[in-house]
């Protein structure tokens, strides 16, 4: 069992930054892809990034390439999302998710964390 736990979000301005905390614990958690998803009202929940248990292999959903950062750092057990020219468009619940396989996380992650709230305002 992997637990996954987010901070950082908030409310910021169009144009703005935030940078999201998925802090991870249980068995062999640094051996797993990471991921970030999003779910704005109304929405279904949807990829948005993902990172190999190495930090040897990104993916990014189009719309914020350029913009989002995935990162981690395995000795803290830490993935982070740095979030830049947000936009209101970026609104959404932002869940950390982890699978044992990078290439099929984006359609299939076995462990969710609860989510954090972003909100940008325009």
């Known amino acids: 069992q992997v637990q996954l736990v987010e901070s950082g979000g908030g409310l910021v301005q169009a144009g703005g930054s935030l940078r999201l905390s998925c802090a991870a614990s249980?068995?062999?958690?640094?051996?797993?892809?990471m991921g970030w998803f999003r779910q704005a009202p109304g929405k279904e929940r949807e990829f948005v990034a993902a990172?190999?248990?190495?930090?040897?292999?990104?993916s990014y959903k189009d719309s914020v390439k350029g913009r989002f950062t995935i990162s981690r750092d395995n000795a803290k057990n830490t993935v982070y999302f740095q979030l830049n020219s947000l936009k209101p468009e970026d609104t959404a619940v932002y869940y950390c998710?982890?699978?044992?396989?990078?290439?099929?996380?984006?359609?299939?992650?076995?462990?969710w964390g609860q989510g954090t709230q972003v909100t940008v305002s325009s």
């Open positions: 998710a982890a699978d044992s396989t990078f290439t099929t996380i984006s359609t299939r992650a076995r462990f």
């Open positions: 249980g068995r062999a958690s640094s051996t797993y892809a």
């Open positions: 990172i190999s248990w190495n930090g040897g292999s990104t």
